[in-house]
């Protein structure tokens, strides 16, 4: 059973018809064909586009992993590993506790990095792989 919401959007999604209209730069409306040729006629926005950096599902660029950034991140992490030792070893000593969170981020910053790595070069791999598709 569809909730409330999506009721409504479906409801609103068949009151209106959607058509695309294609309008210059000083409004007057193009036919589609015409629309068409006007984008392959700029070359920046294409040149751009060939360009782009690998992007995720939401749209931002991934960045190449740096430990500058996998350092930042431990920075971000570090106080809530200690909370997290500090409330499951309640009878170790307080500088025992730091020593067991240093442990922890001695872990965590080399396997951050990697896995910056390996989305970087999944991206890397799927923006390759996309190219070719359009090139074919």
Known sequence: M???KQQRRRQKLKRHEYEEVYVDD???ELAPEVAEEL????????AKSARAQPTRRGGRAIDPPSWSRTGKRGLLFFPLMLIVVFLISPDL???KKILNGVALMAFFLPFSYFMDTMVWRAAQRRLAST???KKR
């Open 2 to 4: 569809p909730s409330k």
């Open 26 to 28: 000083e409004g007057n």
């Open 39 to 46: 984008v392959a006629a700029r070359p920046e926005k294409n």
């Open 93 to 95: 000593s307080t500088t």
């Open 131 to 133: 190219d070719e598709t």
